[in-house]
Every structure is written in C-alpha cells, then in structure tokens.
C-alpha cells in the first residue's frame, strides 16, 4: 500500500533552517509527482512547491517562497526533502508531503501524516 | 500569486444542493482546466473531491460535482448530508508548474 512517512516534529530559532523528508514507498517512486503543502494553525492550505521524482528531478516553488526554499529527492531512498531558510513565526505549521495522482495537475491522492513545525525563540 | 477568493462560510440543509465559488483571474482558474477541489475535516489531511475541473476519483460520491465558467470554479454538492460538513479548498495551475489554493469555505448543514 502507498505510504508516506514524514519526519518528526520541529522546534526551531526565528533565523534557523528546517528540512524535512519524506520517504515514500507501496508504488514507483519515479513515476510520480510530489508536492509540499502547509497548513499554519487555524488557518487554510498553501502550496509551497513541486518536484518530479523522477527524470531531473525538476522543481516549481510558489513565488513567495523563491530564494528560501528547495525541494530535493533522492530515488535511491525514495525519498523526497524540503528545506525552509530563514525561518519566522510565520513559517509555524503543518507541513505535508504529498503524491501527485497519476492523472496529476495536483490530483493529490496520498498526504503523509504531516509534520509540525514550530519557530519560536 | 494571490490565494483563489472562495466564500468563507456556506450553509444549507440537509437534502439541499449547495454550490461553492472559487474565482480566480486569466491566469489561473480561467487559464487552466487544473481546478482540483479538496475537503478537510478537522485535524485531518485534506482528501481529493473533485480534479481537472469535473473529474471525480474513484469512491468520491456522485454527489459532488465540479465545473468551471470564465475565471470562476464551482463545486456543487447535492444531498447535502450531515457528513458533508467540512472545510473545502480549491486550487488552481497557475503556470509555470505552480499551483495556488484558495481561501477555503466552511460548509455547515
């Protein structure tokens, strides 16, 4: 079965880095498209950025996030990881690692269990 | 790239058909028939409803219905039942590769 294990929780310094992984497993981890979304508490969904698992590994970021932040993989570990720089209050979150459907154009059909992460000093 | 602009909240009876606007500009909704809707319960990870505009995954019920006019998306869910009562999130290509979600709507029966 598709499964997607994230990373632990995360308390983290304003200023500090965050990455986080995801390991993917149950399908053909190249075959499939991956995305980061968060979730900051009460608040709604926002797409942070893509990668192809498989090819060269190509990434799309929203525009918000340009400069500071980057979506890697590793298909020996199928694997995916986002890192976050420069962190504020504001990045405080659920963050989710997702698997594009095979239809894809962000059919989202499997999250991992998401990922807390807290910046505060 | 701004969020889609959904209503916060829509309510309706049980029974009732209820339908959930998702606007957005040229160049995204109305740019792209990559409209893909998504609900959430509380604490929950969201689950696909509705993607490419009108397409419904397997095991998602007839009763939720996807289409899209100009710069506007539209999910309609008939039969509104008790268990309908969520949090739905559209989002939308926006080019390039990247996507952006909307506000969300609370949707109370």
């Known amino acids: 079965q598709v499964q997607l294990v994230q990373s632990g929780a995360e308390v983290k310094n304003p200023g500090a880095s965050v990455k986080l992984s995801c390991k993917a497993s149950g399908y053909i981890f190249t075959n499939h498209y991956m995305h980061w979304v968060r979730q900051a508490p009460g608040q709604g969904l926002e797409w942070m950025g893509v990668?192809?698992?498989?090819?060269?590994?190509?990434?799309a970021y929203a525009q918000r996030f340009q400069g500071r932040f980057t979506m890697t993989r590793d298909m020996s570990a199928t694997t995916v990881y986002m890192e976050l720089t420069s962190l504020t209050s504001e990045d405080t979150a659920v963050y989710y690692c997702?698997?594009?459907?095979?239809?894809?154009?962000?059919?989202?059909?499997?999250w991992g269990q998401g990922t807390l992460v807290t910046v505060s000093s | 790239q701004s969020a889609l602009t959904q209503p916060a909240s829509v309510s309706g009876s049980p029974g009732q058909s209820i339908a959930i606007s998702c606007t957005g500009t040229s160049s995204d909704v109305g740019g792209y028939n990559y409209v893909s809707w998504y609900q959430q319960y509380p604490g929950k990870a969201p689950k696909l409803i509705i993607f490419?505009?009108?397409q419904r995954p397997s095991g998602v019920s007839d009763r939720f219905s996807g289409s899209k006019s100009g710069n506007t998306a539209s999910l309609t869910i008939s039969g509104l039942q008790a268990g309908d009562e969520a949090e739905y999130y559209c989002?939308?290509?926006?080019?390039?590769?990247?996507?952006?979600f909307g506000t969300g709507t609370k949707v109370t029966v």
């Open positions: 990668i192809n698992s498989g090819g060269r590994g190509n990434t």
């Open positions: 490419h505009v009108n």
């Open positions: 989002t939308s290509h926006t080019g390039g590769g990247a996507y952006v």
């Open positions: 997702t698997r594009d459907s095979p239809s894809g154009w962000m059919a989202v059909d499997y």
